[in-house]
Structures are given as structure tokens and as C-alpha cells.
């Protein structure tokens, strides 16, 4: 089961990105790109996971975009969760994967987020 999560972050889009490319270093990158001028910073890295839980990989994309000075938007989504085409069942997996940056920019910026 895909899962996604939203947060707003006070923090410079660019330091968010450092932040946490350090932090999911455990987890294998798949890929990262940024587009970066003086006004706009998005950043999308692609990790990849296996759960021995649910016999898979899970995928992770996480997404930084500036939304103001100072201030930035990241979105987590996780998706291959799960091994059926009927029972789309993951044991938490992918909600478990798509928090794990929440939580990294929780214990250490000020966010609000959403579901």
C-alpha cells in the first residue's frame, strides 16, 4: 500500500536536503537530483528498502521544494509494498518507510504535517 505524507519546515530547503541525505544514508539512494536558482530549490532523492516483513522492496521518494525564505515543503511517498495484486496488505511497511524522514526532521525542526 502506497503511503504519503506532507510537512511544512522551517528551514532552508538546501540544509533540509543535507540534513537528510545524511540521516537516510543507512538506506540505499537510488537516485537525486536537485534544480536550484536563487528563487526556487526542489530536491528529489529515490531510496530503496527491503522489509523482511512483507518479503519486498519498498520504495521511497522524497521531495524539498522551497516555498518561501527560510521556509520548505517535503513530501514522502512509498510505494511496492506489498507482493499481491488482490490483498494489498504490507504489515506498515510503507507508512513506516514514507515516516522515517518525518521523524528525522521532527526530532530537529519545527514542522507541521499532514496525511
Not at 537516510?24 to 528529489?44: P, T
Not at 519486498?56 to 495484486?85: F, W
Not at 507508512?95 to 507541521?112: C, H, M, R, S
Request: aromatic share 12%.
Amino acid at each position: 500500500m502506497a503511503q504519503a505524507f506532507i510537512c511544512d519546515v522551517e528551514a532552508e530547503a538546501g540544509e533540509l536536503h543535507a540534513y537528510l541525505s545524511q540521516r537516510m544514508g543507512h538506506v540505499e539512494k537510488i537516485s537525486e537530483d536537485n534544480f536550484a536558482d536563487e528563487e526556487h530549490y526542489v530536491a528529489v532523492l529515490m531510496y530503496e528498502q527491503y522489509f523482511w516483513r512483507v518479503g519486498n522492496q519498498v520504495a521511497l521518494m522524497i521531495l524539498i521544494a522551497k516555498t518561501g525564505p527560510g521556509r520548505c515543503r517535503l513530501k514522502t511517498v512509498s510505494c511496492g509494498s506489498s507482493r499481491g495484486m488482490i490483498f494489498k496488505f504490507d504489515m506498515g511497511a510503507a507508512g513506516d518507510f514514507a515516516l522515517e524522514p518525518i521523524n528525522y526532521v521532527q526530532e530537529k525542526y519545527k514542522i507541521t504535517w499532514q496525511r
